[in-house]
């Protein structure tokens, strides 16, 4: 019994998933040729490409790793550090590897000479239980706190925790908060994996959706009276 012919996909099926495969890594390139020479334009065109990438080689990963070991000028730093700000829960979701968003923050975000501090932030329990912490974090403890109390992650199915946890200094990234504390929340960008005497501070249990809501308007209101 002879095998059967392996299926082609018609040519001009074939052509389109090149042609968005070379997109893809086209903008893998636009990206670390921008951070390099400080073309923020060309960086900034590359994000929906990055954003959107489904082929290996493409993608914000693939970029992340490959600016990682190169230099950036400062512009660049200051640019990364804005969309940082504005965006960064976005961004590790996009990214999708938390290796590879570490050591690209290290080569794009300004960087962290001080010492080492105590740091906090709140989060899903289940997170932290698996020990897939974020990298924001902040000096302010009813920062955290209120994110613990008030944030999305409340809603998840343990509900959310206060952490607090020593950062040496080779453990912090990037210091927004000495740098732009637009927010107010003292944000420290951060290593978890180089973090010390971890412990949790503070439980918060699961509420619905509508709930927390509520949570939210009835604390607002506290603060305005």
């Not at 809603?155 to 453990?171: D, H, M, N, Q």
């Not at 210091?175 to 949790?200: C, F, G, S, T, W």
Request: charged content about 30%; glycine content about 8%.
């Amino acid at each position: 019994m002879g095998l059967k012919p392996r299926y082609r996909l018609p040519r001009e099926l074939e052509k389109r998933l090149r042609d968005d495969e070379a997109r893809e890594r086209k903008a893998v390139d636009d990206f670390v040729e921008g951070a390099v020479t400080g073309d923020l334009e060309r960086m900034c065109d590359s994000f929906d490409g990055l954003r959107y990438a489904v082929h290996e080689g493409g993608g914000w990963a693939a970029a992340l790793w490959r600016v990682s070991t190169l230099t950036v000028p400062e512009t660049t730093k200051q640019f990364f550090l804005q969309v940082v700000l504005r965006d960064g829960d976005t961004l590790r979701q996009d990214v999708g590897d938390d290796r590879a968003l570490v050591q690209g923050l290290r080569a794009l975000l300004p960087n962290y000479s001080g010492p080492g501090l105590t740091v906090y932030r709140g989060e899903a329990a289940v997170n932290a239980g698996s020990g897939a912490h974020g990298l924001s974090w902040t000096s302010d403890m009813s920062v955290a706190r209120s994110h613990a109390e008030t944030g999305g992650s409340r809603t998840s199915a343990k509900g959310s925790v206060l952490i607090a946890a020593f950062a040496p200094a080779r453990a912090v990234i990037s210091a927004p908060a000495l740098i732009d504390d637009r927010y107010a929340e003292q944000e420290y960008i951060v290593d978890p994996r180089h973090l010390e005497e971890m412990k949790v501070l503070e439980e918060f249990g699961r509420v619905s959706h509508d709930d927390l809501v509520k949570l939210r308007a009835r604390l607002r209101h506290q603060a305005s009276t």
